[in-house]
């Protein structure tokens, strides 16, 4: 079997997405795209989650409208 490397490019090209905008995580555990399903147990009705990558802000930085404290 294959690594999942070119299953999650295809994913984010095909969502419109580019770089490394999602994470990918199976069994709750972040996905490296070097495993294969074999080396990670996957079954055929396995799911994998893809989440969109949004880094923390440094502190300091301007918040979004609508997002400050109450």
């Keep these: ?3 999942l490397h070119r299953l999650m490019e295809r994913y984010q090209e095909a969502m ?3 770089g490394r905008q999602l994470r990918f995580f199976f ?3 972040r996905l ?3 495993r294969t399903p074999e080396q ?3 079954e055929p009705d396995d799911v994998i989650e ?3 990558y949004a880094p923390t802000p ?3 930085a301007p918040r ?3 997002h400050g404290a109450r």
Excluded: I, N
Aim: charged residues 10%; positive net charge.
């Design 40 to 42: 990670l147990g996957m």
């Design 16 to 18: 419109g997405l580019g």
């Design 50 to 52: 893809a989440w969109a």
């Design 27 to 29: 069994d709750g555990q």
């Design 64 to 66: 979004a409208a609508g």
């Design 32 to 34: 490296a795209g070097t």
């Design 58 to 60: 440094p502190r300091g």
């Design 1 to 3: 079997l294959k690594p």
